[in-house]
């Protein structure tokens, strides 16, 4: 299942000296540029329970219990076994490229300390991450070379690697730029020269390499020379794996890095080796794949190799198809190891011997997946599936029933021994949620939220602190780009999106909150639909839908904006309107829709349902502020029409925020000092009083989420430097039913909530 990965994030902070990110800043480091929290806000997430790609899921070898969580746009998590639970680690940070994990290092000794290699894709900033009280706080050292924790060959590793006979000694295997070593602690890093392979450079835009795929300290010794055992020797004997094509991929080095030679007796040279790992024995296992994955992988292999003599044998599971990634042994019985195969679309499983290779197992065959914890995983179907891109698994070093693996939507865990006849696996995800969001709506009646997210449908979520029992299904969506409902009758609701599976542009509607649902027959032309702003994904457009505001009424923005009154049985172009117009709805008057007409610089009224729309004219609003962008009209403004008042419209636009009361006749430019890019309204501070108004926007060079009680005069941030999300920011709604409340939807972070503290 394709995942929807957009880079959103906006308010780049540079960095050009390592910082520390926590309670306290580095000494002579830049101070972050941040305004007083003024209300305080408690932010929680909207619980969903995973919901991403977690490419690996990494045990601590020296504390039990002590569990780290690697995502490719979510960051890096931690298993926090007091309380039952995953704690998200990154959240403070303001760099939202930094919130793609291409590796995590637990440190083989110290269990405090950790360290993550982050960089989301190439084209910016990366950053070695080390922390000394299990990721609580991180010190941050910007890197000269590139990663790709959201690109192609996320689920190779781990590419990090402390050295456990001395921990300041780390290597990180880049896709680009060779391997590369630190010798204090991640500080400051070089090219180890010696290795033979430099790396193929930075790629062309769209573009990404393998480069060094493992990292594999041997503490027994080997080769030539052994391991002192005297402490802080670096350890003398290392292996690497490249994954980009070439005639030779493993490299071993006997002398601490300083020469290195070729493994010999490699598997054929199309194979590339994508994960490892060494079991106590000295048998180094190592699983292939033709290509990097996560998709198009179509043949593979899995071979051990016995590092005292240097001998391969094919241990490769038999009656399986495509390749292979996720490997794991065990700690306590180094003769039992785990693989997982990829790209066996819906064959895909875990095969386990527990005489080093010699025979298999199909896990899935006696599995059974308990999803109760997020029901989204059956996607309306009567069970979940055993999973896929299963480029993660783990078996717990401290016990050896305790077995994890990562799926493209979740982490499973056993609940009973994989010797047991029936293997029980549920999610294990307590506080994980790692998705893009692509719309929110908060109506007035039902569920507190009706949400769109990117590869696993969206919800009504009736429960915020609890996985919704019934995601949107009949017609399931992979991703739900928009999702609105009727002014006056909320109970009517559309979305739009793609469809399961890869599928085409779809729709739907709702009569009862969003529980239920009907297809809903979109107008022929909607391969060419027009798009809402920040909610566009790669991939293709869905049109969007706007619903009058007695909820009969539908509008679909296709190229030309097509109009129904029979839920999709029949549909009539609206007039007067340009190509690609983006419609929008009066939350009171049922007649009356609205479309920013930029051919003719005006607002596009109708006062007849929607049939037919006239520019207003003389003293109508001019739009050249918002045309400054040039292009289709929904890349250069927004109109949203506000509750409560006929004709009370907000215009987002890249000349500012204006507000008009009388149809779009007359603007006001709002006198605040925050650059909106996202509007949303919620409960007014008194009855009676207008609306709250809740922003995503900057002031300055802070991107944040703001506040508005007087209109838009004047903003107050309600997020804080513990909150920062990486600022990656996409759409945002306010609660009508509790005042102060908000929602945002993040791309990596989920859905989260803030509400006025204590």
């Not at 990663?147 to 781990?158: C, I, S, T, Y």
């Not at 039992?336 to 896990?363: F, K, M, P, Y």
Request: net charge negative; charged share 20%; with cysteine.
């Amino acid at each position: 299942m394709p995942l929807t990965r957009c880079n959103f994030w906006l308010g780049v902070l540079g960095l050009s000296a390592w910082v520390y990110v926590g309670v306290v800043w580095a000494a002579g480091a830049p101070l972050p540029l941040v305004s007083a929290p003024s209300p305080h806000y408690v932010w929680r997430n909207v619980v969903v329970g995973g919901g991403g790609f977690s490419p690996n899921i990494l045990f601590s070898p020296v504390e039990r219990g002590l569990v780290y969580l690697r995502t490719d746009i979510g960051g890096v998590y931690r298993y926090e076994q007091r309380e039952q639970r995953w704690i998200a680690l990154q959240d403070g940070m303001a760099e939202g490229n930094y919130f793609g994990v291409e590796s995590v290092a637990p440190d083989p000794r110290n269990p405090e300390v950790v360290y993550a290699a982050v960089g989301m894709y190439g084209s910016e900033p990366a950053a070695i991450l080390r922390s000394d009280d299990r990721g609580n706080h991180w010190s941050v050292f910007p890197v000269p070379f590139r990663m790709g924790g959201n690109e192609d060959g996320r689920g190779l590793g781990e590419r990090l690697a402390v050295d456990p006979s001395d921990t300041d000694v780390v290597y990180f295997g880049s896709r680009h730029d060779g391997l590369q070593r630190s010798v204090d602690r991640g500080r400051s890093w070089a090219r180890v020269t010696a290795f033979p392979v430099a790396g193929l450079g930075r790629p062309a835009p769209h573009q990404t390499h393998a480069g060094v795929s493992f990292v594999l300290f041997d503490p027994r010794g080997g080769g030539s020379g052994g391991r002192s055992d005297r402490d802080n020797t670096p350890t003398r004997t290392i292996f690497v794996g490249v994954a980009d094509p070439g005639q030779h991929h493993l490299f071993r080095s006997v002398d601490a890095g300083a020469s290195w030679q070729v493994v010999p007796g490699e598997p054929r040279a199309d194979l590339l080796p994508v994960r490892a790992q060494l079991a106590a024995n000295g048998m180094l296992y190592v699983t292939y794949s033709n290509g990097i994955g996560p998709n198009g992988i179509t043949d593979g292999a899995v071979f051990a190799l016995s590092t005292s003599n240097l001998t391969w044998h094919d241990i490769t599971p038999r009656g399986t198809h495509g390749g292979f990634m996720g490997v794991a042994v065990d700690a306590q019985r180094p003769g039992t190891l785990l693989v997982a195969t990829l790209d066996n679309w819906q064959h895909d499983t875990i095969w386990r011997s527990t005489d080093a290779g010699r025979h298999w197992e199909s896990l899935r065959a006696r599995s059974e997946i308990d999803a109760r914890a997020s029901p989204f995983l059956s996607w309306g179907e009567a069970r979940a599936d055993f999973g896929w891109w299963m480029a993660g698994v783990a078996i717990d070093p401290f016990d050896s029933s305790h077995v994890a693996y990562t799926t493209g939507a979740t982490v499973y865990a056993s609940e009973l021994p994989l010797d047991s006849r029936r293997i029980l696996w549920r999610p294990w995800v307590e506080g994980i949620e790692e998705t893009a969001i692509l719309a929110l709506a908060s109506p007035p009646l039902g569920p507190a939220l009706l949400s769109g997210f990117g590869d696993i449908g969206g919800f009504a979520h009736a429960d915020l602190g609890a996985s919704p029992v019934t995601p949107f299904t009949q017609p399931a969506f992979d991703n739900t780009d928009s999702v609105e409902f009727a002014g006056k009758a909320a109970n009517v609701v559309v979305r739009t999106g793609r469809g399961h599976h890869g599928g085409g542009p779809m729709a739907a509607w709702s009569g009862d909150f969003g529980r239920s649902w009907t297809a809903l027959r979109v107008p022929a032309d909607s391969e060419t639909a027009a798009v809402t702003p920040m909610r566009s994904h790669p991939g293709g457009e869905v049109p969007t839908l706007a619903v009058s505001a007695d909820g009969v009424t539908f509008i679909a923005m296709t190229r030309v904006p097509m109009v129904t009154r029979e839920r999709g049985q029949h549909w009539v172009a609206a007039r007067g309107l340009p190509d690609f117009a983006r419609v929008v709805a009066d939350r009171v008057d049922a007649r009356r829709f609205y479309a920013l007409d930029f051919g003719r610089l005006g607002i596009a009224v109708s006062d007849d349902g929607g049939e037919s729309f006239a520019v207003l004219g003389g003293g109508g609003f001019r739009l050249e502020g918002c045309a400054t962008r040039g292009g289709r009209g929904d890349e250069a403004g927004e109109l949203l029409a506000a509750p409560g008042g006929v004709g009370d419209l907000w215009l987002v636009c890249t000349g500012g925020l204006y507000h008009s009361l009388d149809g779009g006749r007359h603007f006001t430019r709002s006198g605040g000092d925050v650059g909106v890019r996202a509007l949303a309204f919620g409960k007014a501070r008194t009855e009676g009083g207008y609306p709250t108004l809740f922003a995503i926007g900057a002031r300055g060079n802070l991107e944040a989420i703001w506040r508005s009680d007087d209109v838009g005069a004047s903003w107050v941030r309600i997020n804080d430097a513990e909150h920062e999300y990486g600022r990656r920011f996409r759409v945002i709604s306010g609660d009508p039913r509790v005042f102060g409340r908000v929602y945002v939807g993040t791309d990596g972070r989920g859905a989260v909530w803030g509400e006025l503290g204590p």
